[in-house]
């Protein structure tokens, strides 16, 4: 495998993302074109039915696939492919986007993530679907499950729990777009309703509606569009066995993140993670879910999370800020645009943009997306020339 063969060869010179929440007012064409032409003045694209050669969309609830976006942005008589991986949809469909501009064969692509997930009264699969591991079970009551093991091995509580979530609220009133703009407590976390223990309310994201979209361009194009570009340093996808039914799952490891972040962290020439990347967005749909992924990640060893956690590592005033806008648990989780929504923090940090919630001299950012029980799980690197 060349690693090196897509590093810093695409440049991302747009992006946009319509505001995440229950959007009842708008259909999901609506969102598509909020993202998309967002991005498009971003990157001063204003003949778009002329300047962009393919598309590459993700959506796990799709209503009519690829049409829903050629449709709504009328971007006809060119590729327009639709992707889904789970969770991992957004981050996947960013992938198909830059492999198809770094191989050559386009110059300018959109890459657009949606969903609606409101409007279907979807709150989120049975995670579980053979006898394997027992009953079926909601995605809370599954991860509830990794969280008692790994109380019980590392000491770890609910308090390390709610502190996530604190953060994470307080970040997420930073962020105009963001779903949820309220403050909370570690006793408010602590006191929540019971959903699954150890997870209360505030331990949960939310899904929402929403969209969110970028333009890619081969680097050598990019100062045609912007000064401030930024390119695109690694992304890599990687599946493991279900959990649920892998023999070797030990209940405090997601593999997934484990796969994907050793070949991201390859891609990119990184050796170090905690000390070359300047800020993450990882996937929160879970507090529990955040704090394996500091570790999965390579961010702290294993086990260690809690004193991290404690310290304010990864506070948006520490050492490695994590989920600045807030991330799933407050900016919202409409499943197929949560990884592009990632990559659009990102970029937004790493130009300086990001206003109330701007991390200092950030130039390299991670975001990690993952997908099913997990199964599946994204991780991409973008970084300042």
């Not at 590459?56 to 449709?71: H, I, K, L, M, N």
């Not at 986007?97 to 049975?126: E, H, I, N, Q, W």
């Not at 361009?217 to 390119?231: M, Q, S």
């Not at 260690?304 to 506070?315: D, L, P």
Request: glycine share 10%; aromatic share 8%; proline share 5%.
């Amino acid at each position: 495998m060349n690693h090196a063969a897509i590093r810093d060869k695409v440049a991302i010179v747009g992006m946009g993302c319509c505001k995440f929440g229950e959007n009842w007012d708008q259909a999901p064409a609506d969102m598509i074109v909020d993202a998309a032409y967002e991005a498009y003045a971003d990157a001063g694209i204003d003949e778009p039915q002329r300047q962009i050669e393919a598309v590459f969309c993700g959506a796990q609830y799709p209503s009519r696939g690829t049409a829903e976006v050629a449709d709504a942005l009328k971007l006809y008589d060119r590729p327009v492919s639709m992707v889904v991986n789970y969770c991992a949809t957004g981050t996947d469909a960013f992938r198909y986007g830059v492999f198809a501009v770094a191989c050559g064969m386009y110059d300018t692509v959109l890459v657009v993530g949606f969903d609606k997930p409101k409007d279907r009264g979807v709150s989120g699969p049975s995670v579980a679907v053979t006898g394997v591991r027992g009953l079926p079970a909601t995605p809370a009551g599954w991860f509830s499950h990794v969280a008692a093991r790994y109380f019980e091995t590392f000491g770890a509580g609910r308090e390390d729990l709610a502190r996530i979530a604190v953060k994470n609220h307080h970040n997420g009133t930073l962020a105009p777009k963001s779903m949820l703009k309220r403050e909370i407590t570690v006793e408010e976390a602590l006191g929540a309703r019971m959903i699954s223990w150890p997870f209360g309310l505030y331990d949960c994201a939310a899904q929402s509606d929403g969209a969110a979209a970028a333009i890619l361009t081969r680097r050598e194009l990019a100062k045609g569009h912007r000064d401030d570009f930024v390119l695109v340093r690694a992304v890599a996808i990687a599946l493991a066995p279900d959990p649920k039914e892998d023999p070797d799952f030990d209940f405090l490891r997601w593999k997934p993140t484990e796969y994907a972040a050793r070949q991201a962290y390859a891609q990119a020439g990184i050796a170090d993670p905690r000390k070359e990347i300047d800020v993450a967005q990882v996937h929160d749909c879970f507090t529990l879910t955040e704090l394996l992924a500091y570790e999965d990640l390579g961010f702290c060893e294993k086990g260690a999370a809690k004193e991290h956690i404690r310290s304010g590592t990864f506070a948006l005033d520490g050492e490695l800020p994590v989920n600045t806008d807030g991330g799933l648990k407050t900016f919202g989780h409409p499943t197929g645009a949560t990884g592009v929504r990632m990559i659009y923090e990102n970029y937004k940090q790493l130009q300086g943009k990001a206003e109330r919630r701007q991390v200092k001299d950030a130039t390299v950012a991670l975001s990690h997306n993952i997908g099913g029980a997990p199964q599946a799980c994204g991780v991409c690197i973008v970084a300042l020339p």
